[in-house]
Antibody
Framework: QVQLQESGPGLVKPSQTLSLTCTVSGGSISSGDYYWSWIRQPPGKGLEWIGYIYYSGSTYYNPSLKSRVTISVDTSKNQFSLKLSSVTAADTAVYYC???????????WGQGTLVTVSS | EIVLTQSPATLSLSPGERATLSCRASQSVSSYLAWYQQKPGQAPRLLIYDASNRATGIPARFSGSGSGTDFTLTISSLEPEDFAVYYCQQRSNWPPGTFGPGTKVDIK
């Protein structure tokens, strides 16, 4: 079955850019049925949907983060990536990647990776 | 933006009891609502989609109902592994898919 795994630095300095990669195994990211999404969860808080990318490269970002977010895809590596610029302590969170179907939801999810913004 | 509210914030129950969780939308989402379960230290897991359809591998004790603005997730008889946080997510005005704040089901 499809599995997703996040990777990237666990510590980012304020004002810098957070960069994470999600590697998809057990299925092709180029399948036209799915979107590939990022979601985050600050410690002890709820879930915030960040955005998605389609294998063709089309994207949609949460309006609340749109000015700072870029999601890209590398179909040759079966990976997609998240960049979040100008980070502050408020961006400290567990970041999850997930496969998404528009009419069903997010399934499955990666295990998540904690990113702390601190000097 | 569609806002979801969940109640109660915390539900304290014993194993074997019935759990009833509520999710209310600020405007109609038809049946485009999903439920997720999140256990401590784990990623969320899709339980229910389209308000009432169980995702693959989800036990029959989990059921969803509702349409429009009012939705319910019911766990017919709580197992020890069901104590977790449950989130609803609207899929009607997607993207973005906004989440509710969650209901924590803990052991009484």
């Amino acid at each position: 079955q499809v599995q997703l795994q996040e990777s990237g630095p666990g510590l980012v300095k304020p004002s810098q850019t957070l960069s994470l990669t999600c590697t998809v195994s057990g299925g092709s990211i180029s399948s036209g049925d799915y979107y590939w999404s990022w979601i985050r969860q600050p410690p002890g808080k709820g879930l915030e949907w960040i955005g998605y990318i389609y294998y063709s490269g089309s994207t949609y970002y949460n309006p609340s983060l749109k000015s700072r977010v870029t999601i890209s895809v590398d179909t040759s590596k079966n990976q997609f990536s998240l960049k979040l610029s100008s980070v502050t302590a408020a961006d400290t969170a567990v970041y999850y990647c997930a496969r998404e179907l528009s009419d069903l939801g997010l399934d499955p999810w990666g295990q998540g990776t904690l990113v702390t913004v601190s000097s | 933006e569609i806002v979801l509210t969940q109640s109660p914030a915390t539900l304290s129950l014993s194993p074997g009891e019935r759990a009833t969780l509520s999710c209310r939308a600020s405007q109609s989402v038809s049946s485009y609502l999903a439920w997720y379960q999140q256990k401590p230290g784990q990623a969320p897991r899709l339980l229910i989609y389209d308000a009432s359809n169980r995702a693959t591998g989800i036990p029959a004790r989990f059921s969803g109902s509702g349409s429009g603005t009012d939705f319910t997730l019911t766990i017919s008889s709580l197992e020890p592994e069901d104590f977790a946080v449950y989130y609803c997510q609207q899929r009607s005005n997607w993207p973005p898919g906004t989440f509710g704040p969650g209901t924590k089901v803990d052991i009484k």
